[in-house]
């Protein structure tokens, strides 16, 4: 039995979301859809990989492509049609977002329709009691 390959969906972009969070957040939607198995085919890894989805009734293996190649080139390969969704892990500059606003709907790309926050970075400074500078550290700007 042979079975057609179909790619869904191309999403092209940041390396910080594509290398882990992208490929695990396309499996579950592999699964969602009914896929039987879903599996990751890694081509250079943490980098380029392609989510299978397998559909036994179908006769069928839906692909989810991800390059993780940075955030600047999800932007570039929207903007020429390479991709589907850009990954970024950082906000879109205005010359992009006016670049890309012909692409979102209602012509802009900064709106909720457009940009879907996955993530937030977050920093935790943790010291212990005991170090004699503690009591001398303060909130206020230096």
Same mark, same amino acid.
């Given at each position: 039995m042979v079975q057609t390959r179909e790619i869904i969906l191309r999403i092209y972009g940041s390396h910080l979301i594509g290398a882990e969070l992208a490929p695990a957040l396309a499996e579950e939607f592999l699964k969602k859809l009914g896929a039987d198995s879903v599996k990751v085919d890694t081509v250079?890894?943490?980098?380029?990989?392609?989510?299978?989805?397998?559909?036994?009734?179908?006769?069928?293996?839906?692909?989810?492509?991800?390059?993780a190649h940075g955030s600047k080139t999800g932007f570039r390969?929207?903007?020429n049609g390479a991709c589907d969704i850009a990954m970024s892990s950082t906000t879109i500059t205005t010359k992009e977002a006016a670049e890309l606003a *012909? /692409?979102? $709907?209602?012509?802009?790309?900064?709106g909720v329709a457009a940009e879907h926050v996955v993530g937030v970075d977050g920093v935790a400074i943790v010291v212990n009691v005991a170090n004699p500078?503690?009591?001398?550290? *303060? /909130?206020? $700007?230096v």
């Open positions: 250079v890894p943490k980098t380029e990989m392609n989510v299978e989805g397998t559909f036994s009734n179908k006769d069928l293996i839906q692909v989810i492509e991800i390059r390969d929207l903007k *012909s /692409l979102a $709907p209602n012509g802009g790309m900064t500078w503690v009591p001398s550290l *303060s /909130l206020e $700007p």
